[in-house]
């Protein structure tokens, strides 16, 4: 009997864990679709742009297209970012000995890049749906 419980729990965690079963955020997320600019012009693919709760809870990230938009993504299968204050930062996709930042954007990732000087917040509401981040100089 003792055998038979055993090899049905171990189905069971098998079946659960080959079905992909992943926990959900334990926080509201607000699906955001936008472009970012940088003084009003729209940055070319090769950016990704990041959204950081400032509570510390996971980052949302959108790859930019080549019109500057994106979509923001929590995790692989969630979609969204946290509501609330978030800290946006841009990174550069590619290691920059294989495809260096372009000249034109090395003020910007100075400025609000990974360890950069500064930091844009915004605020994320439910009803964001439409989303600019406009960077400048």
């Known amino acids: 009997m003792q055998r038979?419980?055993?090899?049905l729990a171990t189905l069971t965690l098998g079946t659960l864990a080959s079905t992909g079963c992943k926990p959900k955020a334990p926080y509201t997320l607000v699906p955001i679709k936008g472009v970012v600019k940088y003084n009003g012009q729209p940055l070319p693919e090769g950016f990704t742009v990041q959204f950081e709760?400032?509570?510390g809870s996971r980052a949302s990230f959108?790859?930019?297209n080549s019109d500057g938009s994106f979509e923001a993504i929590h995790t692989a299968t969630e979609k969204g970012v946290k509501a609330g204050k978030n800290a946006v930062r841009l990174y550069w996709n590619d290691p920059p000995e294989v495809n260096p930042v372009p000249e034109e954007y090395k003020a910007l990732m100075a400025k609000y890049g990974f360890g950069?000087?500064?930091t844009m917040t915004v605020e994320i509401t439910k009803k964001d749906n439409k989303f600019e981040v406009n960077f400048t100089d």
């Open 4 to 7: 038979r419980a055993f090899l």
């Open 53 to 55: 709760p400032e509570d």
């Open 62 to 64: 959108g790859k930019l």
């Open 116 to 118: 950069g000087s500064d």
